[in-house]
């Protein structure tokens, strides 16, 4: 189920990138007897997709070999030329004695894609995501300011969390603060941190910035799979949660739609830090043991299989990569992820701290006041008074 969800998102993503593609013209290349030509050049400089198949295929055969007494016979089928262009394009029959698969990589042209894009796109939208959601905080909060209990506090507290499910709370929030801040360092560190602070300064960041990164990812899964088994029950969607859409969660409006443990909001963070967590677990596991844990060709053959691709006009996803392919997709999607859930969990620290009166409180000390309860969860509030009275009346009873 995971691995079809991951595949649907996959197929959104590619379908988007292809659709900022124009479609590469055909190229009358009869003058150059297949070769380069100069529109192929310009489309290039001009960021349009080339279509390379005239130098991918272009790799020599054995049946265009010259007989063995002819001349340049003993070369084969193949010029140096074209061998070069095997090796460029993983299509060479290359056997090698150590190193395993990953070696007879020679060189591998798809890799100055990924660094273009890591370089370019990568860091510029995912830059601009992070410091719009900031604006846009910053902005609703002075139109809306913060969200205050109508009524006074009562005095009276009730657990909201217990001592176990905030622990995980904070596991989970704080390993993912300190890999959001050490990813967004390795990221940025050398057209930021570099330039303001030196490159000896920013060499030591990053050196601790990878340690951090990835030693705290196993608090990040440990955290994520506490709180999916604590709450997962309480997050099930609900015809009740229509209601708290269609009166904005009380957060725009004076309207207190009614909510049990977790309203719908809640529900949308849950559900998008376990689903997009564990893709990012995932891919993160993957890199830290390069090559053994290979997730997109099995992905993509999963993808192909439903139609998806053909569907958005991307054709058939490539089901054999390279095991650097692997790595380069991987950080990407992992990077990409990260970006967005960053993006969500600024919002929810923003609700949780400047934006909520009272919120604080349900994951500080872990008790609200039964004002707030009754304004923000009035059907979680009923369950833990009716609780509570069903005890007293019980120890009564015993006694």
Known sequence: MLRMALALVLTLALASFAQAQEKPADIDRSSTGGAQTLEDILNRQAGQKVDDAFRRDAVGSADNAAGIAAQLGTLGGVSDPEMWRALRYGSADLKVSTGGEVATVVMQDGGMTWLEFRRGPLRTYGGWLLLGTLAALAVFYLLRGKVRTDAPNTGRLV???????????????????????????????????????????????????????????????????????????????????????????????????????????????????????????????????????????????????????????????????????????????????????????????????????????????????????EQHHSLWLEEVLESQSSDTKSGTAAE
């Open 159 to 373: 657990v909201r969390f217990k001592a176990i499910e905030r622990f995980g709370h904070w596991l989970l929030a704080g390993s993912f603060i300190l890999l959001g801040v050490t990813g967004l360092a390795v990221l940025f560190g050398r057209v930021v941190l570099a330039p303001a602070l030196g490159k000896d300064v920013n060499a030591t960041l990053l050196v601790w910035s990878k340690l951090i990164h990835n030693n705290v990812a196993w608090a990040f899964i440990l955290g994520l799979v506490m709180v999916f088994v604590m709450w997962v029950a309480n997050n099930i969607p609900s015809r009740l949660d229509l209601v708290w859409f269609r009166q904005f969660g009380g957060i725009i409006g004076n309207a207190h739609p009614p909510a049990k443990k977790f309203n719908a909001g809640q529900k949308i963070i849950f559900w998008s830090v376990i689903l997009f967590g564990t893709s990012i677990a995932l891919t993160g596991v993957s890199l830290l043991f390069p090559f053994e844990m290979p997730l997109f060709a099995k992905s993509f053959s999963v993808l192909n299989a439903t139609g998806l691709p053909q569907l958005v006009g991307l054709g058939e996803l490539p089901a054999v990569l390279a095991p650097q392919e692997e790595m380069q997709l991987a950080q990407v999607w992992h990077t990409l992820l990260a970006f967005v859930l960053m993006a969500i969990i600024l919002a929810h620290i923003y609700i949780g701290s400047v934006g909520m009166e009272g919120a604080y409180d349900a994951m500080g000390s872990g008790e609200v006041d039964e004002a707030w309860a």
